[in-house]
């Protein structure tokens, strides 16, 4: 119920009534939160296990961003220790 509730709290395009029909056939709450289906969505986590495989490539790519753009005495982006 999180990943539904939080665009709708964050004030993305998610009416309550959609909230309402949680897990109902038809209603976008019905399946997982997918990009570009679901107003808030970034990344989903598909299959089980899938999850982790978003995590570490979330946390590499943060590192690489960090590694290019951040210069002495500037670290504008936080790199994953």
Known sequence: MLP????HLG???????EIKS???LHSKPARQ????????ADATTG???QGVGN???FALAEKMLARERNG???????APA
Do not use: C, M, N, Y
């Open 33 to 40: 939160p997918e990009p570009g289906l679901t107003p808030g």
């Open 11 to 17: 004030g993305h395009e998610l009416p309550i009534d």
């Open 47 to 49: 299959p089980t296990g």
């Open 22 to 24: 949680f897990r109902k």
């Open 55 to 57: 995590a570490v490539g």
């Open 72 to 78: 002495p005495g500037h670290g504008s982006v936080a």
């Open 4 to 7: 539904w509730e939080l665009p």
